[in-house]
């Protein structure tokens, strides 16, 4: 007896909410950083826009026909093999799975924003030592604010859809938007401006390789929260009769758009206060907070509120990353939501304390297999493998198993003479493209 929809505005800004997250602000500058700048970003965006998209309105098909979990949706839907297919939606656990890690680094952001009000480091020497004692150290502290952030989304989460998640997003959202503009803005009249547009738009071919191409894919799926039925789930809940196509560009903007707002302001506060583009994710948690301390108390200022956007982009990331586990137990076996919402948050918050002791010292070598922490693994598995697995999955579905004539009938009036590349995408460009993805990510080719 699922009746709460998002409204229109509610479903662009939760699922916007969704994609924006620490892959935005956290991960992209600095890989855009590691792979050169310029040609790595021009990449992505024609990834974005050739195949992220592609996906993001087949996984809004599948959610807005199914109306129901991830399992039940695929189930449904198949029009033959239903036993086989509903296996896609099980896609789902790659959320919780990610949540392992994502809690902890949130955590690590709240820790971030308590003590930037008092304190910056002044050198990126400093900025070092201090992320690594809270990793490696800081049992406690990261405990205790990934435990924060659990509660916080766990309780998001049992208040359902529309008090608690298009609630959350319709706050949270716009005051992201407030802050990172702002900070852009000023960022904007510092002298060191342009040598940020240059480093993310100046393309220096030379500096792409299949690696680079790899990871631009790779994360193309990340940042638009693709390929683990996270948009899925949001759209099953989307108002009858919404245009597919015109949710899926507005989330699609809206992410790219803060991506490489947040990148310039970065590089901008690098180039102007600290050491240029620095490499790694260390880049918020080191460079930047060293950057910041040269501003004096504005810079106090800024690293708190920095800091603030970015929980908020990733509580309302972590949401998407738990609602599609949390509606199929609800679906699937009639629990309450507040049962399901507790039990997932428990299940991510037990294995997320084995995130945080796999970088603590004396316990990290237990948690240790091969040259990656069990953190690392958990990113590795779900990033490289699950989430291109699941986006494959997606675009066969939706180009080859499905009717094509009840694809069309909805989809054509939407996309017009755009339909038929939208299809050709699904089937062909797609599916080759993943496959390159996890081939090359698992060390194949
Ligand atoms: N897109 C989010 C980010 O950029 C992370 C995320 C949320 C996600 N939901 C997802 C990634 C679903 C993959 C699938 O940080």
Avoid: C
């Avoid at 959320?95 to 809690?103: A, D, E, P, R």
């Avoid at 903007?253 to 310039?264: N, P, Q, S």
């Avoid at 309450?336 to 918050?349: N, Q």
Wanted: zero cysteines; proline letters at 3%.
């Amino acid at each position: 007896m699922k009746v709460a929809r998002f409204s229109k505005m509610g479903f662009i800004l939760a699922a916007a909410g969704s994609a924006v997250g620490l892959g935005n602000i956290w991960k992209f500058p600095y890989i855009a950083g590691e792979y050169g700048g310029g040609a790595f970003v021009l990449v992505y965006l024609l990834t974005v826009l050739l195949i992220g998209f592609s996906i993001m309105i087949a996984e809004m098909l599948i959610g807005y026909l199914g109306r129901k979990d991830t399992v039940t949706s695929f189930e449904e839907l198949a029009p033959t093999h239903k036993g086989r297919w509903k296996f896609a939606g099980f896609q789902s656990l790659a959320g919780l799975f990610i949540m392992i890690f994502y809690s902890v680094v949130i955590g690590w952001i709240f820790n971030y924003i308590v003590t930037s009000v008092t304190t910056l480091p002044s050198s990126v020497k400093e900025a070092e030592t201090t992320f690594n004692a809270m990793l490696h150290t800081g049992f406690k502290t990261q405990l205790f604010y990934h435990t924060a952030a659990f509660i916080w989304i766990t309780y998001v989460l049992t208040k359902g859809i529309k008090g608690g998640i298009e609630k959350m997003n319709f706050i949270l959202m716009p005051a992201l938007m407030v802050i990172l503009g702002g900070m852009f803005i000023y960022a904007t009249t510092l002298d060191t401006f342009h040598q940020a547009v240059e480093f993310m738009f100046y393309p220096d071919w030379s500096k792409i390789n299949s690696t680079a191409f790899v990871v631009a894919v790779g994360h193309a799926f990340f940042t638009l929260s693709l390929g683990m039925g996270a948009i899925m789930t949001y759209s099953a809940s989307m108002e009858k009769g919404s245009n597919l196509v015109k949710n899926a560009f507005w989330v699609v903007f809206l992410d790219t758009t803060i991506a490489i707002v947040a990148g310039l302001m970065l590089f901008t506060f690098l180039y102007q206060y600290g050491s240029g583009p620095a490499k790694g994710p260390g880049l918020v948690f080191i460079s930047l907070p060293a950057a910041f301390y040269e501003m004096g108390v504005l810079g106090n200022i800024f690293a708190v509120l920095f800091f603030i956007a970015l929980a908020f982009a990733g509580l309302t990331s972590s949401v998407s990353l738990v609602e599609p586990m949390v509606q199929y137990f609800i679906d699937r076996f009639g629990w309450s939501r507040l049962k399901a919402s507790i039990s997932m948050g428990t299940f991510f918050w037990f294995f997320g304390i084995f995130a945080i002791l796999s970088n603590v010292d004396g316990y990290k070598e237990f948690l240790t297999w091969g040259s990656k922490s069990f953190f690392d693994w958990v990113d590795y598995v779900t990033a490289a493998i699950m989430l291109p697995l699941g986006g494959l999955a997606m675009a066969i579905f939706v180009g080859f198993a499905m009717d094509k004539s009840k694809v069309e009938s909805i989809m054509r009036p939407q996309l017009k003479w755009a339909f038929d590349i939208w299809y050709f995408s699904l089937r062909y460009i797609t599916p080759v493209a993943m496959f390159v993805v996890i081939l090359s990510l698992m060390g194949i080719i």
